[in-house]
């Protein structure tokens, strides 16, 4: 296929479209799905949306300043919802500032028409969760955030709170993803032990792989493995406004405060503040699979970590012949301070496998943002 043609050269396998019935819908069935309907758009879906196992959502052009969080429960739309805690409309056709602190929803341009087997799943794209901007989609007669059910159909909706910095968006501004899955495929630590010795997911910089119930750790590095003494960044209280559609366009000290290395090994988080940290280990998904940081479990501490879930096929095979990728975290604290230590765990993946190879693959090749990061912020930032 053309599409495998321009492909940087990873060794692919010659694998058809759809080798297995149920797992993650690839690039190509992505846009199978596109063509079939069962994904909708007005305006029509771009290519540069198909990912290589999701696709980038669209805001509508308009916008509503909302009193409240709110989920629509099995008895009402989200439209019904709006309509009851709504408390201005916002015009997006030309851009508008969503403010700090304050709750919206948007209907986006996509929506859905699934077959009875396929469900999705969304989650803030990597962009947005650097910013600190909670983005979380929302589906009529939907309790759950982020969850769409198999069969679903009807339009989507995004809930927007920007935690530290105001954003201008406007219509057509991609904020969140969706991947498609189609049935349930179990997940066994046996099998993730498997992958893990045949691909080498992270590796040995904190030890053996700690796999426990079908899910790999991550930890975190609060020593400066880059060699600056930089483990990470705290966003400042009172920043300017970032645009979400600009690229390498600000300072970064405009923004953020550099955390730099203890003599204890820790990093305290303040409950008030937003940090952006890197994991010890350097990731890596396989082309036939994707990965997903599930939430956060108060088991290991009081504190949230990656808004922005998912890691694409290819994620950490570097065109230049590297070998994973340090995963960045987004960590903010629940009610009260709390220290977390080098090494220390923080969140776990989720390796799903796909229904076939993808024809694209996460990189610089599509243009792609964070191939080779280390501790990286967010696109808008300059480098």
């Given at each position: 296929m053309k599409a495998q043609r321009d492909?940087?050269?990873?060794?692919?396998?010659?694998?058809?479209?759809?080798?297995?019935?149920?797992?993650?819908?690839?690039?190509?069935?992505?846009?199978?799905?596109?063509?079939?309907?069962?994904?909708?758009?007005?305006?029509?879906?771009?290519?540069?949306?198909?990912?290589?196992?999701?696709?980038?959502?669209?805001?509508?052009?308009?916008?509503?300043?909302?009193?409240?969080?709110?989920?629509?429960?099995?008895?009402?739309?989200?439209?019904?919802?709006?309509?009851?805690?709504?408390?201005?409309?916002?015009?997006?056709?030309?851009?508008?500032?969503?403010?700090?602190?304050?709750?919206?929803?948007?209907?986006?341009?996509?929506?859905?028409?699934?077959?009875?087997?396929?469900?999705?799943?969304?989650?803030?794209?990597?962009?947005?969760?650097?910013?600190?901007?909670?983005?979380?989609?929302?589906?009529?007669?939907?309790?759950?955030?982020?969850?769409?059910?198999?069969?679903?159909?009807?339009?989507?909706?995004?809930?927007?709170?920007?935690?530290?910095?105001?954003?201008?968006?406007?219509?057509?501004?991609?904020?969140?993803?969706?991947?498609?899955?189609?049935?349930?495929?179990?997940?066994?630590?046996?099998?993730?032990?498997?992958?893990?010795?045949?691909?080498?997911?992270?590796?040995?910089?904190?030890?053996?792989?700690?796999?426990?119930?079908?899910?790999?750790?991550?930890?975190?590095?609060?020593?400066?493995?880059?060699?600056?003494?930089?483990?990470?960044?705290?966003?400042?209280?009172?920043?300017?406004?970032?645009?979400?559609?600009?690229?390498?366009?600000?300072?970064?000290?405009?923004?953020?405060?550099?955390?730099?290395?203890?003599?204890?090994?820790?990093?305290?988080?303040?409950?008030?503040?937003?940090?952006?940290?890197?994991?010890?280990?350097?990731?890596?998904?396989?082309?036939?699979?994707a990965a997903e940081m599930v939430a956060?479990?108060?088991?290991?501490?009081?504190?949230?970590?990656?808004?922005?879930?998912?890691?694409?096929?290819?994620?950490?095979?570097?065109?230049?012949?590297?070998?994973?990728?340090?995963?960045?975290?987004e960590v903010r604290s629940h009610e009260?301070?709390?220290?977390?230590?080098?090494?220390?765990?923080?969140?776990?993946?989720?390796?799903?496998?796909?229904?076939?190879?993808?024809?694209?693959?996460?990189?610089?090749?599509?243009?792609?943002?964070?191939?080779?990061?280390?501790?990286?912020?967010?696109?808008?930032?300059?480098?």
């Open positions: 492909l940087p050269d990873l060794n692919l396998p010659a694998t058809p479209a759809e080798a297995f019935s149920t797992g993650v819908l690839p690039s190509q069935a992505l846009r199978e799905a596109i063509a079939r309907g069962e994904i909708t758009a007005d305006p029509a879906i771009a290519e540069p949306q198909i990912q290589p196992a999701s696709l980038d959502l669209r805001l509508g052009e308009i916008a509503y300043r909302v009193r409240a969080s709110f989920l629509p429960g099995r008895r009402a739309s989200v439209r019904q919802k709006v309509e009851e805690l709504a408390m201005h409309r916002i015009d997006l056709s030309a851009g508008a500032v969503l403010e700090k602190d304050c709750v919206y929803v948007a209907p986006l341009l996509e929506g859905l028409k699934l077959p009875a087997t396929t469900a999705a799943i969304a989650n803030p794209k990597s962009s947005t969760g650097r910013l600190d901007v909670f983005a979380r989609l929302i589906t009529d007669y939907g309790d759950e955030f982020d969850q769409v059910g198999q069969g679903y159909a009807g339009p989507l909706w995004v809930e927007i709170a920007p935690r530290s910095f105001s954003i201008l968006v406007r219509a057509g501004s991609r904020l969140m993803q969706l991947r498609l899955k189609r049935g349930t495929p179990r997940r066994t630590d046996i099998g993730l032990r498997r992958l893990h010795q045949s691909v080498g997911l992270v590796d040995d910089a904190a030890g053996p792989a700690d796999i426990k119930e079908g899910l790999l750790a991550l930890t975190v590095d609060a020593v400066g493995m880059g060699g600056s003494g930089i483990i990470g960044y705290r966003a400042k209280m009172h920043a300017g406004l970032v645009d979400l559609d600009r690229v390498d366009e600000y300072e970064p000290l405009d923004f953020w405060e550099p955390l730099h290395a203890r003599r204890q090994r820790d990093i305290i988080l303040d409950p008030n503040d937003f940090h952006i940290l890197a994991s010890k280990e350097a990731v890596t998904v396989p082309l036939d699979h956060y479990d108060t088991l290991v501490g009081e504190f949230r970590v990656h808004y922005a879930g998912f890691f694409d096929p290819g994620f950490g095979h570097d065109e230049m012949g590297g070998h994973g990728t340090r995963a960045v975290l009260v301070p709390f220290v977390i230590e080098d090494g220390q765990v923080v969140g776990r993946l989720h390796y799903e496998r796909l229904t076939g190879m993808p024809d694209k693959l996460y990189g610089v090749a599509i243009g792609s943002s964070y191939q080779r990061q280390g501790l990286s912020l967010s696109k808008q930032f300059k480098r």
